[in-house]
């Protein structure tokens, strides 16, 4: 198995914000390229790999879309006060693991955009309005400063300019690693290990490798990529919570201990099935993940997709999740990659007809 | 005028990229050692790991004078193993906890990484998010397979960076006053006869200055350190009255703070001397606050004090920013002034 991390570390290292993905779907289409025989963007961003399978009938050969979304959560530029820079949040962010975070801030005010280094600011207590600067200070007060003078400030960053963590990423002894954004490159990183195996296994069923958009703020990429392609079945790859500080109870996972296998309204329980035998036949380790009502994963979308879509979904636990500091195993990620293949060429050209509901 | 180049932001680089937490400072000491060595007639380390330096000056009996920077910066110790790579911590120095989750940190001698995990948003409630966690529920974590030592020191993992007029870096405060002492050692004036302390654990009470100042027994003290500027906007767009100081406006001379009165005599020496050679200076506003020049005032039978700041925004957290020129005018004041120095200043 090809060494994961390096490519791991350069889709986490650039920008790619929910409905601003490009950076990052340029580095995994040159990645994919070589492992797909079609490569394209859909119609809002998303890209489409296409690896054909081998059963005999070219128009209606049953096809998998594995779906891993590639955008990440960040931060909008709403208002610049001073040389300050006041923000919005993209997805879903804590604004208490910001103040003193490093971020980097994508200007656009200039001839080509440029990234700008920068921090999050607690402002002090005086400065804000009565009782918001105790406790947790609430993101709209919070600023970001750039070293720079107000005027170049103003000259450099415009309303609506991004803004990324800016914490690097960090290997960490035993082969975890930590850094932003891992939710969900990691799963970018474990369906391309999953093409590289799929090189030399022979798979009946076409498999569509999707790196979706805007996944954060509406499932939107993955809903229309099903739409489009209309897969026979699809799967989903998301990140779970790890057990970690603060998080225990049945919602999370020890990290570096397998993966989890969804249990869901969004989930098609044969689906589940097929994931558990072929989990136990390559000895991959696995957990059941209950998830009483959405899998809050692109599946929920899919599922829902054109006339319905048999769904799945497979999680790489992951601690500290919508923080910079995320961490994960690397040995996960691989188990991720490696299961998908393994699925993949376990599906027979019949296996939809094996499918009994009751 | 003294120059802030290549060199000397390379050495400031090195200083604050360093781990020298309260009551561990050996890393920022053997960069110091290296540094005046060559330029000091005497160099010692004293009994609380203080590095104290001595340049003599011409004449019979020149005026002693102290120039105080502190090596020491606020951290956190490892109080306890929970194993499977956690690490429960405490604050070393006064640091807001709000600036702890979602950092990376470094860990021990050799700079192990470790992030200060927080509960997914996902999990946590509406009126959770409006409480700060504590520092008590965080953890180091090293990952599963890390492993530290209870006792080891860390800090905030982040990298000095030169940005625009600016630096930004943890540990300013007061690897930038470090950094000013060992230049001026390195330009040391004949009319004074110089002693330099590199003091130890001014973060946790001002300690090691006061047994530096009873060894040098000076005839008067300058603390160089770093000061907060508070210059922000407020939300409301009222005006900010209470910036403390401001970047940009040149080297923040103190006249009061919470554990000194300085010297008026001083005061008015460097306002005047930054006044006659054309070198921007400020008025820190008196208040809260203390610099080593509190614990130096009162050894022996007491010692006239001022302290001269470089201000710095967001104090004590992982990112502080300064501007290259208020180093750099700090630095020329206190040169200036060094030179310009006689008995006679502390006969008015």
């Known amino acids: 198995?090809?060494?994961?991390?390096?490519?791991?570390?350069?889709?986490?290292?650039?920008?790619?914000?929910?409905?601003?993905?490009?950076?990052?779907?340029?580095?995994?289409?040159?990645?994919?390229?070589?492992?797909?025989?079609?490569?394209?963007?859909?119609?809002?961003?998303?890209?489409?790999?296409?690896?054909?399978?081998?059963?005999?009938?070219?128009?209606?050969?049953?096809?998998?879309?594995?779906?891993?979304?590639?955008?990440a959560i960040g931060l909008m530029v709403s208002r610049i006060a001073d040389g300050f820079i006041y923000v919005t949040n993209i997805g879903g962010v804590d604004s208490r693991v910001l103040p003193g975070s490093p971020v980097t801030v994508h200007a656009t005010g200039g001839s080509r955009e440029e990234a700008l280094y920068g921090v999050v600011v607690l402002p002090p207590a005086n400065l804000l309005p009565e009782g918001q600067g105790s406790g947790a200070v609430a993101l709209k007060y919070l600023m970001i400063d750039t070293g720079l003078l107000p005027k170049e400030v103003a000259k450099r960053v415009c309303i609506g300019d991004r803004v990324s963590f800016g914490t690097e990423p960090v290997e960490m002894s035993g082969g975890y690693v930590s850094g932003h954004t891992l939710d969900n490159r990691a799963s970018v990183a474990a369906l391309t290990i999953c093409l590289e195996e799929l090189q030399s296994r022979s798979h009946v069923w076409d498999v569509w490798a999707l790196a979706s958009v805007q996944e954060e703020v509406t499932l939107g990429g993955a809903l229309t990529s099903a739409f489009q392609i209309r897969p026979t079945i699809a799967v989903a790859v998301d990140m779970t919570f790890g057990k970690g500080t603060g998080s225990s109870g049945y919602a999370t996972f020890p990290i570096g201990k397998g993966v989890t296998l969804g249990i869901s309204p969004s989930?098609?329980?044969?689906?589940?099935?097929?994931?558990?035998?072929?989990?136990?036949?390559?000895?991959?380790?696995?957990?059941?993940?209950?998830?009483?009502?959405?899998?809050?994963?692109?599946?929920?979308?899919?599922?829902?997709?054109?006339?319905?879509?048999?769904?799945?979904?497979?999680?790489?636990?992951?601690?500290?999740?919508?923080?910079?500091?995320?961490?994960?195993?690397?040995?996960?990620?691989?188990?991720?990659?490696?299961?998908?293949?393994?699925?993949?060429?376990?599906?027979?050209?019949?296996?939809?007809?094996?499918?009994?509901?009751? | 005028m003294l120059s802030i180049g290549t060199p000397q932001i390379k050495l400031l680089e090195k200083l604050c990229n360093a781990m020298?937490?309260?009551?561990?400072?050996?890393?920022?000491?053997?960069?110091?050692?290296?540094?005046?060595?060559?330029?000091?007639?005497?160099?010692?380390?004293?009994?609380?790991?203080?590095?104290?330096?001595?340049?003599?000056?011409?004449?019979?009996?020149?005026?002693?004078?102290?120039?105080?920077?502190?090596?020491?910066?606020?951290?956190?110790?490892?109080?306890?193993?929970?194993?499977?790579?956690?690490?429960?911590?405490?604050?070393?120095?006064?640091?807001?906890?709000?600036?702890?989750?979602?950092?990376?940190v470094i860990v021990g001698?050799?700079?192990?990484?470790?992030?200060?995990?927080?509960?997914?948003?996902?999990?946590?409630?509406?009126?959770?998010?409006?409480?700060?966690?504590?520092?008590?529920?965080?953890?180091?974590?090293?990952?599963?397979?890390?492993?530290?030592?209870?006792?080891?020191r860390a800090t905030f993992a982040t990298k000095f960076k030169r940005v625009g007029p600016s630096i930004m870096s943890k540990s300013i405060d007061d690897r930038i006053g470090v950094a000013i002492l060992i230049e001026l050692l390195k330009h040391a004036p004949k009319n004074i006869e110089l002693c330099l302390s590199f003091s130890v654990q001014e973060e946790i009470g001002l300690r090691g200055a006061k047994v530096a100042a009873h060894y040098f027994a000076p005839d008067l003290a300058i603390a160089v350190d770093s000061t907060p500027a508070r210059d922000l906007p407020d939300y409301e767009g009222r005006e900010n009255y209470t910036y403390n100081t401001q970047l940009g406006l040149g080297p923040a001379i103190y006249m009061a703070?919470?554990?000194?009165?300085?010297?008026?005599?001083?005061?008015?020496?460097?306002?005047?001397?930054?006044?006659?050679?054309?070198?921007?200076?400020?008025?820190?506003?008196?208040?809260?606050?203390?610099?080593?020049?509190?614990?130096?005032?009162?050894?022996?039978?007491?010692?006239?004090?001022?302290?001269v700041s470089v201000p710095h925004r967001y104090t004590h957290s992982p990112i502080s920013i300064s501007r290259v020129d208020d180093w750099k005018n700090t630095l020329n004041l206190l040169h200036i002034a060094l030179q310009k120095m006689t008995p006679a200043l502390l006969e008015k």
């Open chain 1, 267 to 358: 989930i098609h329980p044969f689906l589940h099935k097929r994931f558990k035998e072929v989990a136990e036949r390559v000895e991959i380790p696995v957990k059941d993940e209950v998830m009483a009502q959405y899998s809050s994963t692109d599946a929920d979308a899919m599922q829902l997709a054109a006339e319905g879509i048999p769904t799945m979904v497979v999680s790489i636990p992951q601690r500290y999740m919508h923080t910079p500091v995320e961490l994960v195993a690397v040995k996960d990620i691989q188990r991720a990659g490696r299961l998908l293949a393994e699925f993949v060429a376990s599906l027979e050209e019949d296996f939809m007809n094996q499918i009994k509901w009751d």
């Open chain 2, 257 to 307: 703070n919470s554990s000194t009165m300085d010297d008026p005599r001083l005061v008015r020496f460097l306002a005047e001397t930054a006044e006659k050679n054309n070198i921007q200076y400020q008025f820190r506003q008196p208040g809260g606050g203390g610099t080593d020049a509190g614990a130096i005032q009162q050894s022996r039978a007491g010692v006239p004090v001022v302290s």
């Open chain 2, 20 to 104: 020298s937490v309260s009551g561990d400072e050996g890393e920022v000491r053997r960069m110091v050692l290296e540094e005046v060595k060559p330029y000091a007639d005497e160099v010692k380390v004293d009994a609380l790991g203080s590095v104290l330096v001595r340049k003599k000056g011409a004449g019979k009996k020149p005026l002693r004078v102290m120039l105080d920077a502190h090596m020491d910066e606020v951290g956190f110790m490892i109080v306890s193993d929970d194993e499977d790579g956690f690490y429960q911590f405490e604050c070393v120095g006064g640091i807001d906890e709000r600036h702890l989750v979602g950092k990376q």
């Open chain 1, 1 to 71: 198995m090809s060494d994961i991390l390096p490519f791991l570390k350069s889709i986490i290292s650039v920008a790619g914000l929910s409905g601003y993905e490009t950076p990052v779907a340029n580095l995994i289409e040159e990645k994919w390229t070589p492992l797909v025989d079609e490569i394209s963007r859909s119609r809002i961003g998303s890209l489409h790999g296409l690896k054909k399978g081998t059963a005999s009938k070219k128009n209606s050969r049953p096809s998998v879309l594995i779906a891993t979304h590639m955008d």
């Open chain 2, 109 to 152: 001698k050799d700079h192990t990484v470790g992030v200060i995990g927080a509960k997914p948003i996902h999990l946590t409630t509406a009126s959770e998010r409006e409480h700060a966690v504590s520092v008590d529920s965080m953890r180091i974590d090293l990952g599963p397979d890390g492993r530290a030592k209870v006792g080891d």
